[in-house]
């Protein structure tokens, strides 16, 4: 991370990020923390943070802290198999890389810093031939279902495997399709499920109804929008689909607590752009 963090200037870095990549950090020493999706994450040795495409995230510059970063585009990462229905999944990393931070055990710390250690060596000799690629490509693959291992042995007996892939699938769907519709109908037949059944699955895996999900993913999107770009609250509004910029602001503070406008002065990146 000190590598990365010293490429360019520091004002670069001193403000939020929106990268369309992948950023896996495994903290190896050090204590401090990192902003992600304005969550502000305590790193220690043995953290492992995980950046997806489109997430706002931030380095806080001046800490005593060291990781090793990987970055990697979506279209690099192996299709998979679901590690809990082997069934067919949209990618490796949305169906077995479930959390966005955690602390690893001992254990799977050792593996995945293996791992690391052998796409580092691999990266220093790397060339741009085929053969290069596809040996990143299987490390990286061993280095998802390593961390698949972590999780698998984590899983909350009270889930079960069917509501859990209902609940992802929903995640997934609102993700594509929340500027367009609001709709939790829309939503289950997209999925191929009853509403009822969205209801109870979202109610099991995150204690939120399914309406709740979908107005928290506009909520968050108008905050990575403030934070991350100058674009006016009239303009962030058109973005989720208001139609009224009043509408907006009202749906915002009484989902998120605050104003617009507010929320964009209080998170420490706008402040340091």
Known sequence: MSELLGRVSPSHF?????????????????????????????????????????????????????????????????PSISVSSGTASASLI????????????????????????????????ADDSRVSAAIFQHLLHAMLLMIAGHYVKRDAPSITDTHKRTFQKFRRAVDAEFKQTRSVEHYAEAIGCSAKSLRRACTIACGAPPKAVIEQRLIL??????????????AIAIRPGFSEPTNFVKFFRRHGGIRPLDFRLKFPGARAA
């Open 14 to 78: 001193a403000s939020p990020q929106r990268p369309g990549f992948h950023l896996l950090m495994l903290f190896t020493a050090g204590k401090g923390e990192h902003f992600l999706d304005f969550r502000r994450v305590a790193c220690k040795a043995g953290t492992l943070v995980h950046a997806r495409p489109g997430q706002v995230q931030q380095f806080v510059l001046g800490q005593d802290l060291e990781a090793d970063v990987l970055l990697f585009t979506p279209e690099f990462i192996f």
């Open 94 to 125: 949305d169906d077995i890389a479930t959390e966005d931070v955690t602390e690893l055990r001992s254990d799977a710390l050792g593996n995945i810093a293996n791992v690391m250690s052998a796409i580092r060596r691999a990266y220093s000799k």
């Open 221 to 234: 999107e108008a905050k990575r929008l403030l934070a991350q770009t100058g674009l006016t609250v009239e």
